[in-house]
């Protein structure tokens, strides 16, 4: 298995620009989310899905749409990129977070800078 | 509002000595803490969880310890090794409702250990 995978690694844009994160999972987990992180701070989610079809918002969700038409694909898109959106973005699945173990898989992470 | 911080920002210990790295909340609804393990460069590792009706739980080289009275929670890591040394984040959850849905991640700590 490979796990979480995100593309791409590293992304510029410019402000204003629009672009789309991707996120795949083949572990077959129901639970998918997004979460930006900040140097010096911690995770701060964004948007989370807890099975096809079903989105919701989190903590900053503001500048940014989901959608989950596959149990696999779960991407991120930036609407109108601005400089506050500058940060390193990890993708997350988990089998199911109503379970006790609430052990999610990160992925490696897009580094993304808006000039 | 109500968050996950660390009292430590910055952890240095010699090898093979035990590391202790703290964490305070304030969501007193919360009643499931994880630890994660951020290496440079890569997504955060889960290490080990903590249900709120437990105030120990132990793995391999690494104990979590619950304090409801005080709202802390620590991860001790025993004979702690160069490949211990990362960015550690504790999260929170609360397990009822949609709450068990996100996480509230600490600021971190960062552990260097010292050949």
């Known amino acids: 298995n490979a796990g979480v995978t995100q593309t791409p690694k590293f992304q510029v844009l410019k402000t204003g620009q629009s672009m789309t994160l991707q996120c795949a999972q083949d572990?077959?987990?129901?639970?998918m989310s997004w979460y930006r992180q900040d140097p010096g701070m911690g995770l701060r989610l964004i948007h989370y899905?807890?099975?096809?079809?079903?989105?919701d918002q989190g903590e900053v969700p503001n500048g940014y749409n989901v959608s989950r038409s596959t149990t696999e694909d779960f991407p991120l898109r930036l609407l109108s990129a601005a400089p506050s959106q500058t940060s390193v973005y990890f993708c997350?699945?988990?089998?199911?977070?109503?379970?006790?173990?609430?052990?999610?898989?990160f992925g490696p992470g897009t580094r993304l800078t808006v000039t | 509002g109500e968050s996950v911080g660390l009292h430590l920002p910055t952890l240095s210990v010699q090898e093979g000595d035990n590391s202790i790295i703290n964490c305070a909340y304030s969501?007193?609804?919360?009643?499931?803490f994880i630890w994660y393990k951020q290496e440079s460069g890569k997504g955060p590792q889960f290490i080990i969880d903590?249900?709120?009706?437990?105030d120990k739980r132990q793995g391999q080289r690494v104990t979590v310890l619950l304090n409801k009275t005080v709202k802390h929670l620590s991860l001790q890591i025993a004979a702690t090794q160069p490949g211990d040394s990362a960015v550690y984040f504790c999260?929170?959850?609360?397990?009822?409702?949609?709450?068990?849905?996100?996480?509230?991640f600490g600021k971190g700590t960062k552990l260097s250990v010292i050949p």
């Open positions: 572990m077959n987990h129901e639970y």
């Open positions: 997350a699945s988990s089998p199911d977070p109503g379970t006790i173990i609430y052990e999610q898989y």
């Open positions: 999260a929170e959850t609360s397990d009822s409702g949609a709450g068990s849905y996100q996480l509230t």
């Open positions: 969501n007193s609804a919360s009643d499931y």
């Open positions: 899905s807890v099975g096809a079809g079903i989105t």
């Open positions: 903590i249900r709120s009706n437990m």
